[in-house]
């Protein structure tokens, strides 16, 4: 006889973990009760905005809790009355133990990373950074330390030269709606391998700061590439450019491509226009620039830009 699929509590905010909801509710699970943020007021206009998550449950029918505390006694009883079996948690806050303990199926997180590597808010982004080829998606059982739990399904994908966070976002995205359905049915059916992570392989992903999109025109153009492509297209890359004659400005970096011309006799940073190419020394060969932003316009390519303006070094 078919088991009976599990009631869940969802915990997730953003676009990423909209699709793995998506599976979930196309699928038939119950879905007693979605868990966002609380909606934020931002913009001029101070106009309240929705989490993703919570714009998908409104549209879909699904009841919406939106705590400030989620240790808030009012909350956490409301959780327990409405009876889950399985907490599933997709890019949220850090749950107290009285939340994630409390399903007796247990609560599984969805992190965008081969875990024990890339523990942290950033995973996509840091892997990219860090040169990385391949990545993945894991689910596994919370537990007190963050994102340190048994593993339970893991998946991997190659990182091609062209990929950026938002190509491998969108891939894991779909990747985890996948693996999400398959481990729920797995815990559904009883039939769970759980592995503990690996030791000596951690590697950090820490939240992505300001300092780290400051471009430094003395570090390899290979390290400035895949610095650029991790963090595009949000939060990007950015540099100051001091123009022929003309005065400095800001511009986010959202495409570059490798070349094989070596800077020397530049300083890192000094621009040379090749027709509608745009290339910049670094620490070793220059680097083209192919998408950027100037601070106030939109995002174009180079050849667009080099119409308007006339770079003559680029600063971090």
Not at 96 to 105: L, R
Not at 109 to 129: D, E, V
Not at 163 to 192: C, K, P, Q, Y
Not at 247 to 272: Q, W
Request: hydrophobic share 40%; aromatic share 6%; glycine share 8%.
């Amino acid at each position: 006889m078919e088991k009976k699929k599990p009631r869940i509590i969802f915990f997730g905010t953003p676009e990423f973990a909209v699709a793995s909801l998506d599976r979930l509710v196309s699928e038939g699970y119950d879905i007693a009760a979605v868990v966002t943020m609380p909606d934020k007021i931002a913009g001029r206009g101070h106009k309240l905005l929705q989490s993703d998550v919570k714009k998908y449950a409104v549209e879909n029918g699904l009841p919406v809790l939106q705590p400030e505390k989620l240790k808030d006694p009012a909350f956490v009883e409301t959780l327990r009355g409405l009876n889950a079996d399985l907490f599933i948690v997709i890019a949220f806050r850090m749950l107290p133990e009285v939340v994630w303990a409390m399903p007796p199926m247990g609560t599984f997180n969805l992190h965008g990373s081969l875990l024990p590597k890339y523990r942290g808010a950033a995973p996509i982004n840091r892997a990219i950074m860090n040169g990385e080829t391949e990545t993945g998606i894991t689910t596994f059982f919370l537990k007190h330390e963050i994102d340190t739990g048994d593993m339970i399904e893991q998946r991997s994908t190659p990182i091609s030269d062209e990929d950026n966070a938002g190509t491998i976002h969108d891939r894991l995205m779909e990747m985890g709606a996948e693996m999400v359905e398959s481990t729920v049915a797995a815990i559904a059916a009883g039939s769970l391998a759980t592995r503990p992570q690996p030791e000596g392989e951690f590697i950090g992903a820490p939240k992505i700061f300001r300092e780290d999109c400051a471009i430094d025109w003395t570090r390899s153009a290979r390290d400035i590439h895949n610095q650029v492509r991790g963090l595009s297209p949000y939060p990007a890359a950015y540099t100051m450019i001091d123009q022929v004659a003309g005065k400095r400005l800001e511009a986010k970096i959202f495409t570059t491509a490798m070349t094989d011309i070596p800077s020397s006799g530049k300083e890192p940073g000094e621009c040379v226009t090749e027709g509608k190419r745009l290339l910049v020394a670094t620490g070793d060969i220059m680097l083209e620039i192919k998408e950027l932003q100037p601070a106030g316009k939109k995002r174009m390519e180079a050849k667009a830009f080099l119409l308007g303006y006339h770079p003559s070094k680029m600063l971090k």
